[in-house]
């Protein structure tokens, strides 16, 4: 990426919008609604041959309390310091505003490149807001309209120069290095799963609303990066940021909270609660969050239920852990209640952090490499069917009708979560208790504590398929010749 460029404006003027066309994906959640972003949300924008990252930021108010629409107003402001470019977009059909001309002049003072940019400018009608933009005393404006993909040209023509002065800039100070290849030409992110700068690890952070999740995120960052307070449901959209967690590359996504779906009627925390439940499907490892004051309520199970379901290796974390008067007793009653509650993820790591204090983060970091690492294993053939014989003679399977199911063969075919694949007669009538008892045997012999583990019956018949019908051989084919021609 060469620069950073931030969309700044007003409440409703079409930057999330703009965002979702720079990006090429609907990344950011867009209503009519004003106020829905509320975060700093980042991406990857293509405009014509530019690579660049884009910030999409919440709508600037005219408040500077400690308010929810003042902590919005600081966020953004940071945002512009962070940028090597801001867009401040206007609506051009309600022209421009007493809020517009005073941030204008915050980013005359904050920001060294502004390009001023007329949204919804398609049509007459917004012929007179555009030339209003003029006494904003930021140059010529651009004839936007972001829902249309119209005057991208015009944006592409002056972000252009800036892009050429930024990528020589970063290619003087780039620093030379050599990149590991092996003998086939590979490098070793084609075919090893360690987390990498270029691909990290991929974690979500879910739970209900007010568990304290924005507030995690930012103290594994070391900032106040995202938006966080006392009210409940502040995050809305899924935000991802990229870290560096002692020395572990992680892509840590910010979801919304989530509630009970009968809970859920307004048209915008169910567009909240859909994204989070989309990062949780591109997630590797799902940390769910709860707070150690109401741990393990009907939604927790649930969201912890999600994660299993969609084949992702979880790690469950409870916070608020410096305000638990009895660490101890509390920690004991955790530990039975989950694996009461949630035995499909019998032996899945439990842990206790602050994420005011930041006290058991480290330990919140090793249980996530370690669970993407088991979510990563792969065992030998010839391990797994020595390990089944040994299951067998432990406990034999059933006989139903007298006739004893034959579990012959076991391989793994899949990773991610680990998948495996047992032939055996009769897979229909091997019970569900059978495949748990062997689900189980695999997490225990094999160090999977947690992680999903898929485990797949194929029927394979007593038959030897290679065995072939006997076919006539030469004399009893000259016999029958010869018995034809003397008649």
Avoid at 239 to 251: F, H, T, Y
Avoid at 280 to 286: G, H, I, R, W
Avoid at 401 to 418: F, H, N, S, V
Avoid at 442 to 449: A, E, Q, S, T, Y
Wanted: proline share 6%.
């Amino acid at each position: 990426m060469s620069f950073t460029l931030a969309i700044v404006g007003r409440p409703n003027v079409g930057k999330s919008t703009l965002f979702n066309r720079l990006v090429g994906k609907r990344l950011a959640l867009v209503d009519d609604q004003p106020g829905v972003t509320r975060d700093l949300r980042e991406g990857a924008a293509r405009l014509g041959d530019l690579r660049f990252t884009v910030i999409d930021t919440a709508g600037l108010e005219d408040a500077t309390d400690d308010s929810l629409e003042g902590r919005m107003r600081r966020l953004t402001e940071r945002a512009v310091e962070m940028a090597d470019v801001c867009l401040f977009v206007i609506d051009a059909r309600t022209g421009v505003t007493p809020v517009d001309e005073i941030f204008a002049e915050i980013l005359r003072k904050r920001s060294d490149h502004v390009i001023l940019a007329a949204n919804k400018a398609e049509g007459s009608a917004a012929d007179a807001g555009v030339i209003e933009a003029w006494g904003l005393g930021l140059g010529e404006p651009i004839r936007l309209s972001a829902e249309h993909g119209e005057g991208l040209n015009d944006l592409y023509a002056q972000l252009q120069p800036l892009a050429d002065a930024y990528e020589e800039r970063a290619e003087a100070d780039a620093p030379v290095t050599d990149i590991e290849v092996n003998e086939e030409g590979e490098t070793p992110a084609q075919y090893d799963h360690t987390p990498t700068k270029a691909r990290p690890l991929q974690v979500a952070v879910v739970g209900r609303p007010n568990a304290g999740k924005s507030t995690l995120i930012n103290t594994i960052l070391g900032e106040e990066r995202l938006l966080t307070g006392p009210e409940a449901g502040i995050t809305r959209d899924a935000i991802s940021l990229a870290l560096d967690w002692d020395g572990l590359p992680v892509r840590i996504f910010d979801t919304a909270g989530m509630r009970k779906k009968a809970r859920v009627q307004d048209k915008l925390e169910k567009l909240s609660v859909s994204d989070g439940l989309r990062a949780v499907k591109f997630a590797e490892v799902v940390v769910v969050l709860l707070d150690a004051a109401i741990p393990f309520e009907q939604q927790d199970l649930r969201i912890a239920d999600l994660a299993e379901r969609e084949g992702r290796a979880v790690v469950v974390a409870v916070n608020k852990w410096d305000v638990e008067p009895e660490k101890q007793q509390k920690l004991r009653e955790l530990r039975e209640a989950f694996e009461r509650l949630l035995p499909q993820l019998r032996g899945a790591p439990l842990v206790t952090v602050s994420a005011k204090t930041g006290k058991g983060l480290d330990r919140l970091r090793a249980a996530v490499e370690k669970a993407h690492e088991v979510w990563n294993r792969r065992i030998t053939t010839a391990h797994l069917n020595r390990w089944l014989v040994g299951m067998l003679e432990q406990h034999p399977p059933p006989a139903p009708g007298g006739r004893r199911i034959k579990l012959r063969y076991m391989t793994q075919a899949k990773t991610r979560p680990p998948g495996f694949v047992v032939m055996c007669s009769h897979p229909d009538k091997l019970p569900e208790s059978y495949t748990r008892y062997l689900i189980n045997g695999l997490r225990d012999d094999f160090d999977m504590p947690g992680t999903p583990v898929r485990l797949y019956m194929r029927s394979q018949s007593d038959k030897n398929p290679y065995k072939a019908k006997k076919k006539p051989g030469p004399s009893s084919l000259r016999k029958h010749i010869s018995g034809r021609s003397s008649k």
